[in-house]
């Protein structure tokens, strides 16, 4: 392209965008199709709209095409749609050697730990530094948590804890670990670091502001004798007003993650269907020797961690090793995207490229959200200083 006088566009394409980006003339070639142009270019003035005839005329007169596209159309344009405009060849070098980095990385070594397991389940949390939703979290672990067995909370406190939180953890009895967050660690490797320590049979790890409901374990339990301890289980994740927030995750038309049904009402009935898939998000259980079989979170995949371990172990055993559980239920109290590393897609994408190609998208449809009754969990369970 970067040889070319002239780019035609006659279907959907990202084509348009690398020809202005390479200073091309771009003629939108008026034919008869079924696919609609995803927008129109020349609705930004910065391509021609033609019909065969006429661009072959136009071809015949040696018409001076980038005499008819105004620069500053083309660079208003850009600036709206592209997040760099300036050095862009060595922005795309710098991508490619990260992408040849990431191809050669191996997956990681198994995790050595001597701790006994004398207790059923490990709960790792990594707190966010809200001090209302890191209290809502710990009251709803302390009551939806009793008579499945044992356990204990291993907190991953915020890098910049507020007062009040530390006031909070400081209150806290019971089989609980807090652990500082070390300079330079992410949240991941602060959670292997976790598992190392953990004396549950089973870890779970849960993503920041996420309450779970009653019953959780119960339903994890259950899920734990019917799929096998080589497995990893997922839970329902709804916002506060019902909507579906988490219920396996598929790749969109772009092959990239997104959340299945997400904004759906909770009671959406596929959503209501226990299944498996290739990867699951925000929370995950999983037996403690297999996780560190795994090698645990690849902490540079960052905020694609969770689904990174997914297909890993997915593509290790050969078979369906994620499962979603709909009825193991959980409340996110804010949403936790957070902000976008481009950094953690590159080698996330790279290394899970040849489990994603198999990953279906299921068949979608909008219907009339729900209101959830949920209150706020209360009771002695810290009041008292349990937990």
Same mark, same amino acid.
């Given at each position: 392209?970067?040889?070319?006088? +002239?780019?035609?566009?006659?279907?959907?394409?990202?084509?348009? @965008? $690398? &020809? !202005? #980006? %390479?200073?091309?003339?771009?003629?939108?070639?008026?034919?008869?199709?079924?696919?609609?142009?995803?927008?129109?270019?020349?609705?930004?003035?910065?391509?021609?709209?033609?019909?065969?005839?006429?661009?072959?005329?136009?071809?015949?007169?040696?018409?001076?095409?980038?005499?008819?596209?105004?620069?500053?159309?083309?660079?208003?344009?850009?600036?709206?749609?592209?997040?760099?405009?300036?050095?862009?060849?060595?922005?795309?070098?710098?991508?490619?050697?990260?992408?040849?980095?990431?191809?050669?990385?191996?997956?990681?070594?198994?995790?050595?730990?001597?701790?006994?397991?004398?207790?059923?389940?490990?709960?790792?949390?990594? +707190?966010?530094?809200?001090?209302?939703?890191?209290?809502?979290? @710990? $009251? &709803? !672990? #302390? %009551?939806?948590?009793?008579?499945?067995?044992?356990?204990?909370?291993?907190?991953?406190?915020?890098?910049?804890?507020?007062?009040?939180?530390?006031?909070?953890?400081?209150?806290?009895?019971?089989?609980?670990?807090?652990?500082?967050?070390?300079?330079?660690?992410?949240?991941?490797?602060?959670?292997?670091?976790?598992?190392?320590?953990?004396?549950?049979?089973?870890?779970?790890?849960?993503?920041?502001?996420?309450?779970?409901?009653?019953?959780?374990?119960?339903?994890?339990?259950?899920?734990?004798?019917?799929?096998?301890?080589?497995?990893?289980?997922?839970?329902?994740?709804?916002?506060?007003?019902?909507?579906?927030?988490?219920?396996?995750?598929?790749?969109?038309?772009?092959?990239?993650?997104?959340?299945?049904?997400?904004? %759906?009402?909770?009671?959406?009935?596929?959503?209501?269907?226990?299944?498996?898939?290739?990867?699951?998000?925000?929370?995950?259980?999983?037996?403690?020797?297999?996780?560190?079989?795994?090698?645990?979170?690849?902490?540079?995949?960052?905020?694609?961690?969770?689904?990174?371990?997914?297909?890993?172990?997915?593509?290790?055993?050969?078979?369906?090793?994620?499962?979603?559980?709909?009825?193991?239920?959980?409340?996110?109290?804010?949403?936790?995207?957070?902000?976008?590393?481009?950094?953690?897609?590159?080698?996330?994408?790279?290394?899970?490229?040849?489990?994603?190609?198999?990953?279906?998208?299921?068949?979608?449809?909008?219907?009339?959200?729900?209101?959830?009754?949920?209150?706020?969990?209360?009771?002695?369970?810290?009041?008292?200083?349990?937990?």
């Amino acid at each position: 392209m970067s040889l070319s006088d +002239l780019c035609l566009l006659v279907q959907p394409s990202t084509t348009g @965008l $690398e &020809a !202005l #980006a %390479l200073g091309k003339p771009l003629v939108h070639l008026d034919v008869r199709m079924r696919d609609k142009l995803p927008y129109s270019f020349t609705e930004f003035k910065v391509a021609v709209k033609m019909t065969p005839a006429e661009l072959g005329e136009a071809l015949s007169q040696h018409t001076d095409f980038s005499t008819i596209i105004h620069p500053e159309d083309v660079k208003a344009y850009l600036q709206a749609e592209l997040s760099e405009t300036d050095a862009a060849i060595d922005s795309v070098i710098n991508i490619s050697e990260k992408l040849i980095q990431a191809s050669r990385e191996k997956d990681p070594k198994p995790i050595q730990t001597a701790v006994t397991t004398d207790k059923d389940w490990s709960m790792v949390v990594s +707190l966010s530094n809200g001090p209302e939703n890191v209290l809502a979290q @710990l $009251e &709803a !672990l #302390a %009551l939806n948590s009793e008579n499945e067995g044992t356990f204990e909370v291993i907190l991953i406190e915020p890098e910049d804890m507020p007062k009040k939180i530390s006031e909070i953890l400081d209150s806290l009895k019971g089989d609980v670990l807090r652990l500082a967050r070390e300079p330079g660690m992410s949240s991941f490797e602060m959670m292997n670091h976790a598992s190392q320590k953990a004396s549950g049979k089973t870890l779970l790890f849960l993503g920041k502001d996420l309450l779970p409901l009653p019953n959780w374990l119960y339903h994890l339990k259950k899920g734990i004798a019917q799929y096998g301890k080589d497995k990893i289980l997922g839970a329902k994740i709804m916002d506060q007003r019902g909507s579906l927030v988490h219920a396996g995750m598929v790749l969109d038309k772009n092959h990239f993650p997104v959340s299945a049904y997400k904004h %759906l009402a909770s009671d959406f009935p596929p959503a209501l269907k226990g299944r498996s898939f290739k990867m699951l998000d925000h929370f995950i259980c999983i037996h403690r020797d297999f996780f560190h079989e795994l090698g645990g979170f690849r902490e540079k995949t960052g905020k694609f961690a969770f689904m990174d371990i997914c297909l890993r172990a997915d593509y290790r055993k050969k078979r369906d090793t994620c499962f979603y559980m709909p009825d193991a239920g959980m409340i996110s109290l804010k949403d936790n995207t957070g902000p976008f590393n481009p950094d953690d897609s590159i080698c996330f994408l790279e290394n899970g490229r040849g489990c994603c190609g198999r990953i279906k998208r299921p068949f979608m449809r909008r219907t009339r959200s729900q209101k959830l009754n949920w209150t706020r969990p209360h009771g002695p369970g810290y009041q008292n200083g349990q937990l």
